[in-house]
């Protein structure tokens, strides 16, 4: 595995987790993102990861330090993938975006590089044709809070090259991860083809007013001992990336629980910046939320 310099294409609540993450391995990290003000929230969400990894795995201020400065970056493609060996996308779920961006990286990015998707929903072959290296792209895909929930799913999909393939393998164990290799296309991996029906399910009995979310959540937290319930999982997802999986859902399926849950996801939580952990308020407030408090699964 010859890989150093790396490009991690979006900068959200993932892409800045990818990012810090294999910094903090050791590696040099291009961050791009469409805008300067893109990249100062990225800044700021890079910057908040700092402590937790002081925190959770007993990091000294010198190495969160010597990861950050490991970062560089980009509002311009060419430039972030100049040099780029891996580049890894974690773009918004939406096909158009993936498509546009593939097709611009493809021409931009040297022969060299190999592209892989951090999707969670969409499939490599989807965007194959689009990169232009169809050979040299599959999937590497993260679990939230990535530097404790350290899973790494590596998916071909027919076209992607076996060396190729065991390149990633090996990246992921680089950067600290349990590689999961996927030998054939699945929608959802083996991550997501357990967790969104969980989620689908909870956000259904939302959206039919069956019940609220601290009760839905009460609910999974006490009869199965998790430490979180479904809707303190959306929060860590971040709810534009549950609202744009459920769009695209109700426009493939044209089935009015998906439609009508989007438009409550959308006008109660999006449009109000209610965005999850990230802006502090979702389906809970942070860093307080009342699922943490002591009394949530009391009588």
């Known amino acids: 595995m010859n890989y150093k310099k790396i490009t991690v294409a979006g900068s959200g609540v993932l892409g800045s987790q990818i990012a810090y993450q294999t910094a903090f391995k050791g ?10 003000e893109a990249l ?3 800044k700021e969400r890079i910057s908040a990861l700092k402590p937790r990894y002081q925190a959770d795995l007993g990091a000294t201020e010198e190495e969160v330090d010597a990861a ?7 509002s311009d493609l060419s430039a972030a993938v100049a040099d780029a060996d891996l580049v890894i996308e974690a773009v918004p779920e939406v096909v158009p975006i993936k498509t546009d961006f593939y097709q ?6 040297p022969e060299k ?20 290296r169809p050979e040299k792209f599959l999937a590497l895909h993260f679990a939230n809070t990535i530097w404790k929930n350290n899973t790494a799913e590596v998916m071909k999909h027919p076209g992607t090259d076996q060396g190729v393939f065991d390149e990633v393998i090996a990246f992921a164990k680089a950067i600290g991860m349990v590689p999961l290799p996927l030998y054939k296309e699945q929608p959802g991996y083996i991550l997501n083809s357990l967790l969104v029906p969980f989620l689908d399910a909870a956000q259904m009995l939302l959206v039919k007013e069956v019940a609220d979310v601290e009760s839905i959540d009460k609910t999974w ?3 199965t001992g998790s430490p979180q319930g479904p809707f303190a999982i959306l929060d860590v997802v971040g709810i534009r990336t549950a609202y744009n999986i459920t769009l695209a859902k109700a426009k493939a399926t044209g ?18 910046g209610k965005l999850g952990i990230e802006t502090g308020q979702g389906f809970y407030t942070y860093p307080d939320p009342s699922f943490m408090k002591p009394d949530f699964l009391k009588p």
């Open 113 to 132: 590089t190999v592209f892989v998707t951090n999707s969670s929903t969409l499939l490599p072959s989807q965007f194959a044709e689009a990169t232009g």
């Open 27 to 36: 590696f040099d990290v291009s961050v791009y993102d469409i805008n300067d």
């Open 104 to 109: 611009a990286l493809g021409q931009a990015a």
């Open 68 to 74: 950050y400065r490991r970062l560089s970056f980009y």
């Open 40 to 42: 100062e929230r990225a």
């Open 221 to 223: 937290m006490i009869a």
């Open 255 to 272: 089935r009015p629980e998906f439609e009508k849950l989007a438009e409550l996801l959308k006008t109660e939580y999006i449009d109000k």
